[in-house]
């Protein structure tokens, strides 16, 4: 009788966490419809055990943050290794244009780390504006490249840039519809 009990019990917790899986992957289907990148969305949030226990749009949107610190983080560390590099070292204009590209993905970073708190503070405008920020940061370093003449700009920082600007435009869209 009690291993029957037992039996019974173990078989409605694990419904309900079949069901409750389920019903966050639907509204991480349902968010990431609403976004540019609707692939990547889907991807990045099933990827991450806290997106699927998030129980509304904003609380998916601060793991989209969370992933595009990390994003930045990663561009940040390949600037200062390229730094460290002696190609870089003999050329004092790359130089200098990696450093500034370095010191925009700091503000990168800052500004991602402030739109999760004007998320969290429902602010939408705020979280909007710091996002556009990342955006401004990126174009930023390309331009210095660009205008530089110093080098071809690097395409392993054009690859990790162009994943960094779309999940910025997917957070941007689930941003958009917390309105």
């Known amino acids: ?23 966050d992957k639907a509204l991480i289907n349902k968010t990431c419809m609403k976004t540019h990148f609707y692939k990547l969305c889907v991807k990045t949030l099933e990827s991450d055990p806290l997106s699927v226990k998030a129980s509304d749009a904003r609380g998916l949107a601060v793991n989209m943050v969370h992933f595009g610190v990390a994003r930045a983080s990663g561009i940040l560390n390949f600037l200062n290794y390229n730094l460290r590099s002696p190609e870089v070292a003999k050329n004092v204009t790359l130089q200098n244009t990696c450093k500034y590209c370095a010191g925009k993905y700091v503000t990168a970073i800052r500004s991602l780390r402030s739109s999760n708190q004007e998320i969290d503070k429902k602010n939408v405008p705020g979280a909007q504006k710091l996002l556009g920020k990342v955006m401004k940061s990126m174009e930023a370093c390309r331009h210095k490249f660009n205008v530089n003449h110093v080098t071809v700009y690097p395409v392993e920082l054009v690859h990790k840039e162009k994943k960094l600007t779309r999940i910025v435009a997917v957070t941007r869209s689930i941003v958009a519809k917390l309105a």
């Open 1 to 23: 009788m009690a291993s029957n009990l037992f039996a019974l019990l173990l078989l409605i917790v694990l419904l309900s966490v079949a069901i409750s899986i389920n019903a």
